[in-house]
């Protein structure tokens, strides 16, 4: 499996992030913590892409609605995500990279994290993956470790296995973002994801796909919102993912 170039494109996003970065299970994070009261048995992981620093803060913020906190392990690539030059400068060989941070290099921050939720008491574990760490997001799901789980845009899944291992393994809902420009997750695998999770459904009690007309690869993190429909995109994929929490966590 590899990535595509539209895994680094996209447009940077201006705001000031509210939450605070902390360690969890020895691994730096970046948590956003509601001010009011909330259930501290519950808790949202929220996997970054590849280019964690500028991109994953906002959908921490302590001001959104999911009531759980959100902790995002930031420093599961080890201290070394794609460089923002590579973003802007579009010349950057991201296989190369990808060599070096696949799962077995990354993955065992993340278990980190979760075991160290699990000891401070956190028993219901959503997660959010994006591109690259929608194959996390699949992958926590078919080890049951999470209980909902949402996709924006994901990469490196093989499709059809990964959607009927899935359907035989996993027990939690599933959230897919999707959208008309994806290499890694095309129409083709749309149809394939309502026909095995949904039963040829777009829409089920545990199975959504929404789909954002216009859209490319990355909008939900990355969209350029001066583009009436990526704004859209990027919008509407957030609410729909607080609304699937709200439902299912």
Same mark, same amino acid.
């Not at 959100?70 to 070394?80: E, I, Q, T, V």
């Given at each position: 499996?590899?990535?595509?170039?539209?895994?680094?494109?996209?447009?940077?996003?201006?705001?000031? #992030?509210?939450?605070?970065?902390?360690?969890? $299970?020895?691994?730096?994070?970046?948590? $956003?913590?509601?001010?009011?009261?909330?259930?501290?048995?519950?808790?949202?992981?929220?996997?970054?892409?590849?280019?964690?620093?500028?991109?994953?803060?906002?959908?921490?913020?302590?001001?959104?609605?999911?009531?759980?906190?959100? #902790? &995002?392990?930031?420093?599961? /690539?080890?201290?070394? #995500?794609?460089?923002?030059?590579?973003?802007?400068?579009?010349?950057?060989?991201?296989?190369?990279?990808? !060599?070096?941070?696949?799962?077995?290099?990354?993955?065992?921050?993340?278990?980190?994290?979760?075991?160290? /939720?699990?000891?401070?008491?956190?028993?219901?574990?959503?997660?959010?993956?994006?591109?690259?760490?929608?194959?996390?997001?699949?992958? /926590?799901?078919?080890?049951?470790?999470?209980?909902?789980?949402?996709?924006?845009? #994901? &990469?490196?899944?093989?499709?059809?296995?990964?959607?009927?291992?899935?359907?035989?393994?996993?027990? !939690?809902?599933?959230?897919?973002?999707?959208?008309?420009?994806?290499?890694?997750?095309?129409?083709?695998?749309?149809?394939? =994801?309502?026909?095995? /999770?949904?039963?040829?459904?777009?829409?089920?009690?545990?199975?959504?796909?929404?789909?954002?007309?216009?859209?490319?690869?990355?909008? =939900?993190?990355?969209?350029?919102?001066?583009?009436?429909?990526?704004?859209?995109?990027?919008? $509407?994929?957030?609410? !729909? !993912?607080?609304?699937?929490?709200?439902?299912?966590?």
């Amino acid at each position: 499996m590899s990535l595509c170039p539209d895994c680094i494109k996209g447009v940077r996003h201006e705001g000031a #992030p509210e939450g605070e970065f902390e360690f969890i $299970g020895g691994v730096r994070c970046y948590v $956003g913590t509601p001010s009011g009261e909330y259930n501290k048995e519950k808790a949202v992981l929220f996997l970054p892409d590849l280019l964690v620093d500028d991109f994953a803060k906002e959908w921490c913020n302590p001001d959104l609605e999911i009531n759980p906190p959100r #902790p &995002s392990p930031f420093d599961y /690539l080890n201290g070394d #995500p794609v460089p923002v030059d590579a973003f802007t400068s579009g010349k950057y060989d991201l296989n190369v990279w990808f !060599a070096q941070h696949g799962n077995e290099q990354t993955r065992p921050n993340i278990d980190k994290v979760v075991a160290a /939720l699990k000891e401070q008491g956190v028993k219901d574990l959503g997660v959010i993956g994006t591109d690259a760490t929608g194959r996390y997001g699949f992958d /926590l799901a078919f080890e049951n470790i999470t209980k909902v789980t949402v996709v924006s845009h #994901p &990469s490196l899944l093989k499709v059809p296995e990964d959607l009927e291992k899935y359907k035989q393994l996993s027990k !939690a809902p599933l959230l897919i973002n999707s959208c008309t420009f994806d290499q890694q997750f095309p129409k083709e695998s749309q149809t394939e =994801a309502d026909r095995i /999770l949904g039963n040829g459904e777009q829409f089920t009690e545990t199975y959504r796909r929404e789909y954002f007309e216009g859209c490319t690869h990355g909008f =939900a993190v990355r969209g350029d919102l001066s583009k009436a429909e990526v704004k859209a995109g990027k919008e $509407g994929s957030f609410k !729909a !993912a607080v609304l699937f929490f709200k439902r299912h966590l």
